[in-house]
């Protein structure tokens, strides 16, 4: 199991409808997630002293090529409707890796 | 079980330091971390576009009693030990609750 993590930007004028269409998450997507061997996904919200929002996503991930798995789950129509709503909510950082939307977060330390 | 996340700033001067320390976490801080009833417990780094860098941990909290089993783990003097090493690395974020050192993050989406 690898564990991976990312950040990205949330528009301060979309905070509200993100959160609204986090707490009814489709169970399309639900089941993609898992359908493509990740879990525990979990995505957490905070505003930084200079003011702007940011987003945290962490999951784990089971399976053998999350980039096989990565590109499935971009393939899926459903996928592709969710992530219509939710592409417009997200500012992605200036300094992310090139095709990357979400920014890789570098691991330090982990415990189990 | 809860899941925790949380951020803090990290010095620019203290970055491999704090790696360092990391790499080789004592093993009486890791086994006092078990018996906090706290698991699945990672820190991951990331440099913003403006240039400062943060810290974001991540844990999973079985127990039944946060503040009690955090007032246990502070109260270890070998922890205490730890946390004089880390602490003069950390930049806690002005916006951060009070009596606080890493600022909480709110939780928006979940899915096992």
Known sequence: ??????????RPNKIEEYKRLHAAVWPEI???IKECHMSSYSIFL???PEGNHYLFSYLE????DIKADSARM??????QDWWALCKPCQEP???RAEGDWWSN?????HAN
């Open 30 to 32: 639900l089941s993609n």
């Open 105 to 109: 977060l570098e691991e330090v330390f």
């Open 46 to 48: 905070h505003q930084l």
């Open 74 to 79: 971009a393939a899926n129509p459903k996928v």
């Open 1 to 10: 199991m690898k564990r991976y993590r990312s950040m990205i930007g949330l």
């Open 93 to 95: 950082l200036s300094n």
């Open 61 to 64: 991930y089971t399976g053998v």
